[in-house]
């Protein structure tokens, strides 16, 4: 173990990083009486308070301290100093589900359907307690020495009294692409229902490698999601399609329940391997056509590998909130916006700064990085009304799909938009996946 040298509580001995988010960071440990390996969160205390986010740590403590299951990451204590909150989970070594799918593009169906058959037993077992986990994804399933599955994360997690006196849940919050059409629309939800349209579409990645719902832009993919408008790859068997067109249902009323999905042959038999070569062939074309939607994350990339910056991850409701007030139709009406502009891109965070240094460096402009995402961009010349300068912020959407905003903040409009429309464009378009926010939709 890389220890830090530090002993905390006179329990644990802190050891290498293992992760960090906004509020804190994930730490390996030792506990120094039984040698149990174990992850500690180790959350700042002053800036959970500023952003209004202990109800969230109360809830994700009673939450895990609910359920208890093979398939469930456990929570061992949570301890708090003056300055922290620590909470002491199961080491879990074998790393994200996600990675495993890096690693090989996609997964077989008999591999999927043992993870999704244990994903499955862990979610059932969550709503039998009246707790729904509202941000399944597999980012946040984890896999163990033993190659078995340990759902993660319950930071978004919802209990059975939060929901409003019509017997639904009310907050929109999730990862964009795994959500059900039900959470957007912010009519109310239920909360087993959404969860086991986010297995559906967990299920589908594992075995496509991409997203079902594939679009250049949000609004496009919200209109998808709400629509169920997707299509299985070929070399889905025919059970595993039917289940899954049973499991996307864009109606909560009709949509398949857990027990349901239990009773489904490819559920219970898993799949029957009898794929032809031309069956690998389609499936090989179709993994190279795929839209990149999820493109997976940490593959090996002399620039990426260096030190990956920090970015801002969106939520399902802060993808809502981008838009002018919180409707859903801000997603689907384009309104006029002088001084923004924005696009998508399947490339890492560091290969679209990379790129903005290159272009700003071509056309004479200063780059000045920040810490948080943001690249501020300035001219080297006064204009008619001063220095030129707009701001880049990228905000991560998934792991390898980025939204990139893009807002004057000096000079003069109409320069600006000339400098926009005739160098930046053109010199971004080999990592813009889409244009969207006004317009001109061109890659």
Wanted: proline letters at 3%; charged letters at 30%; a positive charge.
């Amino acid at each position: 173990m890389e220890s830090t040298g530090k002993i905390l509580m006179e329990r644990y001995e802190v050891g290498r990083l293992l992760g960090k988010g906004t509020f804190g960071k994930v730490h390996y440990a030792k506990n120094l009486e039984s040698n149990e390996s174990v992850a500690i969160k180790m959350m700042d205390k002053d800036k959970v308070l500023k952003a209004g986010l202990s109800e969230l740590i109360r809830r994700e403590i009673t939450t895990m301290r609910l359920v208890a299951h093979k398939n469930i990451v456990e929570l061992h204590e949570v301890m708090a100093t003056r300055n922290n909150i620590y909470f002491v989970m199961e080491y879990v070594k074998g790393g994200e589900l996600f990675d495993k799918i890096g690693k090989s593009g996609k997964l077989t169906e008999a591999a999927a359907h043992k993870y999704f058959q244990q994903l499955i037993g862990a979610v059932d077992y969550c709503h039998s307690r009246g707790v729904y986990h509202r941000d399944l994804k597999p980012e946040n399933l984890l896999l163990d020495e033993n190659g078995n599955l340990k759902v993660s994360d319950f930071g978004l997690s919802a209990l059975s009294e939060s929901k409003g006196q019509d017997g639904l849940l009310h907050t929109t919050c999730g990862t964009p692409a795994y959500v059900a059409p039900e959470v957007i629309s912010k009519t109310g939800y239920d909360g087993a229902k959404s969860d086991i349209w986010s297995c559906g579409v967990v299920l589908f990645v594992l075995v496509a490698g991409y997203l079902p719902f594939r679009a250049p832009n949000m609004m496009e993919m919200y209109r998808k999601i709400q629509n169920g408008d997707f299509r299985c790859p070929s070399w889905f068997s025919h059970k595993l399609k039917k289940l899954l067109y049973k499991i996307l249902d864009p109606s909560p009323d009709t949509r398949i329940s857990v027990q349901k999905i239990k009773e489904s042959t490819w559920f219970r038999k898993g799949p029957v391997e009898t794929r032809t070569v031309k069956e690998k062939i389609l499936s090989e074309n179709d993994t190279t056509n795929a839209a990149p939607a999820v493109a997976m994350r940490r593959k090996k990339n002399v620039h990426e590998d260096v030190k990956p910056p920090t970015v801002t991850s969106l939520n399902a409701f802060e993808i809502i909130s981008f838009s002018t007030g919180l409707d859903l139709s801000g997603l689907f009406i384009r309104k006029e916006c002088k001084k923004e502009t924005r696009f998508t891109s399947d490339k890492g965070a560091v290969s679209i700064i990379s790129k903005l240094e290159d272009v700003a460096k071509a056309l004479n402009l200063r780059v000045r990085k920040k810490d948080n995402g943001v690249v501020k961009i300035q001219g080297r010349k006064v204009g008619r009304k001063g220095v030129l300068e707009f701001d880049t912020e990228i905000f991560e959407i998934t792991a390898s799909y980025h939204l990139i905003e893009m807002k004057q903040t000096g000079g003069d409009s109409l320069e600006y938009k000339k400098l926009l429309e005739e160098d930046i464009r053109p010199a971004l378009k080999d990592i813009v996946w889409a244009w969207h926010g006004d317009d001109q939709q061109q890659k």
